[in-house]
């Protein structure tokens, strides 16, 4: 793979940031060329298949023909035996993707956003979707949607672990249509109908605080943060700003080179950001291409919801010496996945290599330990300034 801009092809971290989940977040590099990969429809329609999946698929509908008091949809019978066929692999991160729903992973990962308007993960001990943030101004928020709410169903399907991904893609819909989602929240049941829209969202929260510390909270990697980052981080600078607090908590990555790009502005020239191995153990490295422009000391708070993406800035800065890494353990995903484009349309996504940090750490179902480990309060209603202790720590290391 190289590393010039020219040649530079797009690896793709989806926290989809309309309705995506932290679980199934993945790093992914997207191809340009298609694939001719989709199985022949008309041979097992007509029960010609022989061998494989052709053979078994054509057995089954023989029987279904034969019995299935219904009428058959051929299309949406393959599509369910693809998915279920590439589940199978096993792998969190192998993925096959309709036409609509590739559409819709590329069109996020691009920064083309149509949905209500909400940052989402799984929550396991309650076995359903959990509302992390409703963006300001969004539809979601309009129709009353709040932090840590519960989603309980789409348009009267169940949510599950399981089905979450398949969810999210429900969500987000078309432009102009409406959603129907049960929430719960303080152990009641609410129904909601939210109006699915493009959604103008901005990567970069970010502001001035106590002590010239200036202070960027990175939501995403998706297309065009990096332009955002490097136009507050110098609107904060032409402020006065002595030294940096890089917020990344909870946030579930983007586009990889965006945060390679954010590297670049801080990193020395030659400096070793990020180590890929793949199936054949072949390594590939990526380097630091430019002078650093940002040449203050810098605090990054990470969290267990830190992840990919997000995980490959704190560990190159970590391990560069560029940054103070403060909060808690990062989640910990570090595979990368290629998403291609077959010929009707569809996509597959699967894992194929493995990254670590410059200094050879694996991030992998392991994390990044930060270097200074500070937990938030339990039991508070609203995190503000004061009780995040957590910035406050920041703020402290910089003074």
Do not use: W
């Given at each position: 793979?190289?590393?010039?801009?020219?040649?530079?092809?797009?690896?793709?971290?989806?926290?989809?940031i309309i309705t995506s989940l932290l679980s199934s977040l993945i790093t992914v590099i997207i191809v340009g060329e298609k694939f001719n990969a989709t199985l022949n429809l008309k041979s097992i329609a007509s029960g010609d298949?022989?061998?494989?999946?052709?053979?078994?698929?054509?057995?089954?509908?023989?029987?279904?023909?034969?019995?299935?008091?219904?009428?058959?949809?051929?299309?949406?019978?393959?599509?369910?035996?693809?998915?279920?066929?590439?589940?199978?692999?096993?792998?969190?991160?192998?993925?096959?993707?309709?036409?609509?729903?590739?559409?819709?992973?590329?069109?996020?990962?691009?920064?083309?956003?149509?949905?209500?308007?909400?940052?989402?993960?799984?929550?396991?001990e309650e076995g359903t979707i959990e509302v992390i943030e409703a963006m300001k101004d969004s539809p979601a928020e309009k129709a009353g949607l709040l932090a840590g709410d519960f989603i309980i169903s789409v348009d009267g399907?169940?949510?599950?672990?399981?089905?979450?991904?398949?969810?999210?893609?429900?969500?987000?819909?078309?432009?102009?249509?409406?959603?129907?989602?049960?929430?719960?929240?303080?152990?009641?049941?609410?129904?909601?109908?939210?109006?699915?829209?493009?959604?103008?969202?901005?990567?970069?929260?970010?502001?001035?605080?106590?002590?010239?510390?200036?202070?960027?909270?990175?939501?995403?990697?998706?297309?065009?943060?990096?332009?955002?980052?490097?136009?507050?981080?110098?609107?904060?600078?032409?402020?006065?700003?002595?030294?940096?607090?890089?917020?990344?908590?909870?946030?579930?990555?983007?586009?990889?080179?965006?945060?390679?790009?954010?590297?670049?502005?801080?990193?020395?020239?030659?400096?070793?950001?990020?180590?890929?191995?793949?199936?054949?153990?072949?390594?590939?490295?990526?380097?630091?291409?430019?002078?650093?422009?940002?040449?203050?000391?810098?605090?990054?708070?990470?969290?267990?919801?830190?992840?990919?993406?997000?995980?490959?800035?704190?560990?190159?800065?970590?391990?560069?010496?560029?940054?103070?890494?403060?909060?808690?353990?990062?989640?910990?995903?570090?595979?990368?996945?290629?998403?291609?484009?077959?010929?009707?349309?569809?996509?597959?996504?699967?894992?194929?290599?493995?990254?670590?940090?410059?200094?050879?750490?694996?991030?992998?179902?392991?994390?990044?330990?930060?270097?200074?480990?500070?937990?938030?309060?339990?039991?508070?209603?609203?995190?503000?300034?004061?009780?995040?202790?957590?910035?406050?720590?920041?703020?402290?290391?910089?003074?």
């Amino acid at each position: 793979m190289n590393n010039g801009k020219a040649q530079k092809i797009y690896r793709v971290i989806m926290l989809i940031i309309i309705t995506s989940l932290l679980s199934s977040l993945i790093t992914v590099i997207i191809v340009g060329e298609k694939f001719n990969a989709t199985l022949n429809l008309k041979s097992i329609a007509s029960g010609d298949g022989t061998t494989g999946i052709e053979a078994a698929l054509a057995s089954i509908r023989s029987i279904l023909e034969e019995k299935y008091i219904g009428e058959l949809d051929d299309e949406k019978m393959l599509e369910m035996a693809i998915k279920g066929y590439v589940a199978g692999v096993g792998d969190d991160y192998t993925v096959y993707y309709t036409k609509e729903e590739m559409d819709q992973e590329y069109d996020t990962a691009m920064g083309n956003y149509v949905g209500i308007g909400i940052y989402m993960i799984v929550n396991y001990e309650e076995g359903t979707i959990e509302v992390i943030e409703a963006m300001k101004d969004s539809p979601a928020e309009k129709a009353g949607l709040l932090a840590g709410d519960f989603i309980i169903s789409v348009d009267g399907e169940d949510v599950t672990p399981e089905n979450a991904n398949q969810m999210s893609n429900k969500i987000k819909g078309e432009e102009g249509t409406k959603v129907k989602l049960t929430i719960k929240r303080d152990g009641k049941e609410i129904e909601l109908e939210v109006e699915r829209q493009k959604i103008e969202v901005s990567h970069i929260n970010s502001e001035m605080l106590e002590n010239n510390i200036a202070y960027i909270q990175i939501l995403d990697f998706d297309g065009g943060t990096a332009k955002e980052f490097e136009k507050n981080y110098e609107n904060l600078k032409s402020q006065g700003a002595t030294s940096l607090i890089i917020d990344i908590r909870s946030n579930g990555g983007g586009v990889v080179d965006e945060a390679i790009d954010i590297l670049n502005l801080i990193c020395d020239k030659g400096s070793t950001l990020l180590i890929e191995t793949d199936k054949d153990k072949k390594e590939t490295v990526t380097k630091s291409e430019k002078e650093p422009i940002i040449n203050i000391p810098i605090a990054v708070l990470v969290n267990e919801n830190t992840a990919s993406a997000s995980e490959i800035l704190a560990g190159a800065l970590k391990d560069n010496g560029k940054a103070t890494i403060i909060g808690t353990k990062t989640y910990g995903k570090g595979v990368i996945q290629s998403l291609m484009r077959l010929t009707d349309g569809s996509g597959l996504k699967t894992t194929i290599a493995e990254y670590c940090t410059p200094n050879r750490d694996k991030i992998n179902k392991v994390g990044i330990e930060p270097d200074i480990t500070v937990e938030l309060p339990e039991n508070i209603e609203e995190l503000t300034k004061e009780n995040d202790t957590q910035l406050q720590k920041a703020i402290e290391e910089l003074k």
